[in-house]
């Protein structure tokens, strides 16, 4: 799903575009009604329900997809969602956090456990990768939006941590807690995001030759494609391998 500094920014081949398409719009719809339906239906009143429509704005999910997904919220009252976490160990020992929705835990950990397993990899307790993982607020920006130093600016203004601005895009960083505090300051000048949200950073990211980080993306793709399956976090450093192209 879009919107993170992990493996899923990379490019997916053009053949796949509509399945990933598909896909998003599928796990963005999710969140949705989620967000709707444990919060008001007024985007300005509840901040879940906002990220994820300003998600699903910049994934170009049609206006009527979005209204569709917050009416969901009001016509299936019996349907409930629960967010569980998965961590586990990949291929080449890759650290692994799966963040899911489910409305059927047996069937979404049986799904997990079997991905990892037939990768090679082990699904593990509570804790097992998490360690490896900083809890932060990312919020990401067109470079057209906003300039270097005007960003720096507002991002100091608001509390961030860090801002770091790359060739295509902004990234301010803050403390989970900051998150709306930072995001809200923001919001009074930039109302159009890449991606904001509580992501899973890696604290130290282990590089791989390109073989080896072929089959671990092959792996996190696999997850990803899961569709109780929301975000997929690993330390794995993606940088410098000539088969991928990283767009965050």
Request: aromatic share 6%.
């Amino acid at each position: 799903m879009a919107g993170h500094s992990h493996w899923a920014g990379i490019k997916h081949k053009k053949g796949k575009a509509d399945k990933i398409r598909s896909k998003i719009f599928s796990k963005l719809s999710k969140e949705i009604t989620v967000a709707a339906k444990l919060g008001s239906k007024d985007p300005d009143m509840n901040p879940r329900l906002r990220s994820a429509i300003q998600a699903a704005k910049a994934a170009n999910m049609p206006k009527e997809n979005v209204q569709r997904a917050v009416n969901k919220s009001e016509m299936n009252k019996e349907l409930n969602y629960t967010n569980i976490l998965y961590e586990g160990f990949g291929p080449e020992k890759i650290a692994v956090i799966v963040e899911t929705l489910t409305d059927n835990k047996n069937r979404t950990a049986s799904n997990i456990r079997t991905i990892f397993q037939k990768n090679g990899g082990n699904l593990g307790s509570t804790g097992v990768a998490s360690h490896q993982f900083k809890q932060v607020g990312v919020i990401r920006i067109d470079k057209s939006k906003i300039s270097d130093n005007d960003i720096l600016e507002l991002a100091i203004k608001g509390g961030a941590e860090d801002c770091i601005s790359n060739q295509s895009h902004h990234e301010i960083v803050t403390l989970k807690e900051n998150f709306y505090k930072v995001k809200i300051e923001i919001e009074k000048i930039i109302q159009e995001f890449i991606s904001t949200g509580i992501e899973w950073l890696p604290i130290n990211k282990v590089l791989l030759n390109d073989e080896k980080t072929k089959s671990v993306l092959n792996f996190l793709e696999t997850l990803e494609e899961d569709d109780d399956v929301q975000h997929v976090y690993a330390n794995i450093d993606i940088k410098n391998s000539s088969e991928t192209k990283v767009l965050t």
